[in-house]
């Protein structure tokens, strides 16, 4: 993920440290960075910073005189989204296409090369060192939970996070667990961008769910991303403002998904083939009766029976618009109508008597769809207009309307 990526393009010494320590601890003497082809800049820094430690006699044969060996192999991925998940990911690394296996065979009896692996993300392989350096007590002193009773509890210590979309400040941020969705998003991410109302964010990546506004106040952990119908996954974390619509907003996740779903199982290839297929309808104005409870059936299908992560949280973007949202499905059902004026079939633009004939649309229009003198009312003619919103954005007198 991006946040993993910038750890190892800023600090992979860290990362290293931290799978020497866990190595050491099980006992392991290989160790293994799964990369993606897209990140140059991260494959450059960590080859040189393994180069280092290998230098310094922290990898490699004996190390520090301790009679412990341990050394590091980069392996280069594809980019597929399906290798995020463990099995898939360790398939890819063994040469074989990117594909999930049952999940009654655990990767620490049976992994990478039929061997007991430990798998674990960057951020969480970075956090080891600073761990064993300050002490567990410490760390669970960060976040939030009750992690007395085991270290198992709660969600302790902090998280980076990807704030993009409609926000002052984007970028990323390193927060302590629990700390409230509104905190982030107006007090580190500075709000929303021309005073425009925030609507929902999306967390944990295209398979997280969306949180509305109503929940501003939640803490950010585990156990309450899950209730919400969301996620922590890798960090991602997309505000929206009110020019958003949701169902679009489903239907392009659920098209991601399915474009990146490996096929092996049948309840996510067909499910999100057909959750896609429903959701495209619904936004080109061509829904039904039946849709929602359509989908939702699909969903819980689509959750239940697929094999991998993948497919059992692939359903959260429409479930979660679905409870938070079913406002404006309806809407785009029965009424034929997208609210944010976003789903291009179902709006219609016209001119109201703001207009002062600048004759600035008619020059933008890529159509000629605009027509009227100058200094004088223009109009849109419907059946040339291909709704492209151009004229909207560039009317400086609000003439422009979007229904």
Aim: glycine fraction near 10%.
């Amino acid at each position: 993920a991006f946040m993993d990526r910038s750890i190892i393009e800023a600090d992979p010494h860290t990362v290293i440290e931290g799978m020497l320590i866990g190595a050491y601890a099980v006992g392991a003497h290989e160790g293994f960075i799964y990369l993606r082809k897209e990140y140059p800049l991260a494959l450059d820094r960590l080859k040189i910073a393994i180069d280092q430690a290998r230098e310094m006699g922290f990898l490699g044969k004996d190390i520090l005189e301790s009679g412990f060996d341990f050394d590091i192999e980069i392996h280069r991925g594809a980019g597929a989204f399906v290798c995020g998940e463990s099995t898939a990911l360790m398939a890819s690394m063994s040469g074989r296409a990117g594909e999930p296996r049952a999940k009654y065979v655990h990767n620490t009896e049976v992994g990478f090369r039929d061997k007991p692996t430990i798998l674990n993300n960057v951020e969480t392989w970075a956090t080891i060192p600073v761990i064993i350096d300050q002490g567990a007590d410490w760390f669970a002193s960060i976040g939030s939970g009750d992690v007395s009773k085991s270290p198992w509890n709660g969600s302790s210590g902090t998280k980076v996070f990807s704030l993009v979309g409609d926000i002052n400040n984007t970028g990323l941020v390193e927060v302590p667990m629990g700390i409230t969705l509104r905190e982030i998003i107006y007090e580190v991410g500075g709000g929303i961008p021309n005073g425009r109302k925030f609507k929902a964010v999306q967390t944990g990546g295209p398979s997280g769910g969306c949180i509305p506004a109503s929940k501003l106040d939640m803490p950010v952990d585990f156990d309450s991303l899950t209730e919400a119908g969301s996620m922590m996954g890798s960090g991602g974390m997309i505000v929206m403002d009110d020019h958003t619509c949701m169902v679009d907003v489903a239907r392009y996740f659920i098209n991601f998904l399915m474009d990146e779903s490996c096929g092996k199982c049948t309840p996510c290839r067909e499910g999100l083939f057909a959750m896609n297929n429903i959701l495209t309808r619904i936004t080109e104005g061509e829904g039904k009766e039946g849709d929602i409870e359509l989908l939702e059936e699909i969903c819980f299908t689509v959750k239940e029976a697929s094999l991998c992560q993948l497919g059992q949280s692939a359903p959260n973007p429409v479930l979660s618009t679905i409870r938070y949202f079913r406002d404006e499905y309806e809407e785009h059902i029965k009424d034929k109508k997208c609210r944010a004026g976003v789903c291009k079939k179902l709006v219609t633009y016209s001119i109201n008597d703001n207009c002062t004939g600048c004759h600035v649309c008619a020059v933008n229009c890529p159509v000629n769809a605009i027509s009227g003198n100058v200094k004088e009312m223009h109009s849109i003619d419907p059946d040339v207009c291909i709704k492209c919103g151009i004229c909207y954005e560039v009317c400086k007198f609000n003439a422009v309307e979007v229904r």
